[in-house]
Structure formats: structure tokens, C-alpha cells
């Protein structure tokens, strides 16, 4: 019972970090700006390692569109 808790959570993470990435690539130009502090880091320096960890999803395309609207902002 327990190996089948853990798949559940790793197929959570990795369809929360594809709805995040998908939320993020189609970020809205005007209003409210993502902050390091929506992504759960202290500091900017830190937003690289939350960006590489959506980076694990096949698809590049949301990606780069995630990359360009914090290079942006």
C-alpha cells in the first residue's frame, strides 16, 4: 500500500507541475506581475531552480513561453 501512495504523489507532482507550467506560459501581459515569492523562493536568484524544475515537462514550447515572461517581467 505503501509503493502505491507514492506513485500517487510522483503522478501528482508531475501534473501539478504541468498545470503550473501551462498556467505561467499563458500569463496575462498586464495586471498582476509573478513574483519569486509566488514560486515559493526567498530570494529572485532562486526563481533558475524553480524554473528547471518545470523544465522536466516534454513539451519546450510552454517553457520557453515561461522563460520569456519572467525575462519580461
Known amino acids: 500500500m505503501c509503493a502505491m501512495k507514492q506513485i500517487h504523489n510522483a503522478v501528482a507532482v508531475l501534473y501539478a ?9 499563458d ?10 515569492e509566488h514560486l515559493g ?3 529572485s ?14 513539451s519546450p514550447e510552454p517553457f520557453s513561453k515561461v522563460c520569456f515572461v ?3 517581467n
Open 17 to 25: 507541475r504541468q498545470l503550473l507550467l501551462s498556467l505561467l506560459a
Open 27 to 36: 500569463w496575462p501581459d498586464a495586471g498582476h506581475v509573478v513574483t519569486a
Open 41 to 43: 523562493c526567498s530570494a
Open 45 to 58: 536568484h532562486l526563481v533558475p531552480y524553480a524554473l528547471d524544475l518545470l523544465n522536466r515537462v516534454p
Open 70 to 72: 519572467f525575462v519580461l
